[in-house]
């Protein structure tokens, strides 16, 4: 457990030099295509018998990432 929590300060020391270095602002990198595709599979699969709202709320995460990667439809006029 000693092991879990040093590497969790690690972690928190790190994002927070890398937040202040960046100004404040982290900006998340847009969503590859292949990422989208592996999420998208991942999705796709059947869920368990219970889900926990920590679960959903990832689920929901996902698929927003992956909606907004994907491009826009346009319309065509003919």
Not at 42 to 68: G, N, T, W
């Amino acid at each position: 457990m000693a092991r879990v929590r040093a590497r969790l300060n690690q972690f928190c020391q790190e994002h927070a030099a890398s937040k202040l270095a960046a100004g404040g602002i982290i900006v998340q990198e847009p969503l590859s295509p292949e990422r989208a595709d592996e999420l998208a599979r991942m999705l796709s699969l059947p869920d368990a018998k219970e889900i926990s709202a920590e679960q959903m709320a990832y689920r929901r995460k996902v698929q927003s990432d992956i909606e907004a990667a994907e491009p826009p439809a346009e319309d065509q006029a003919a």
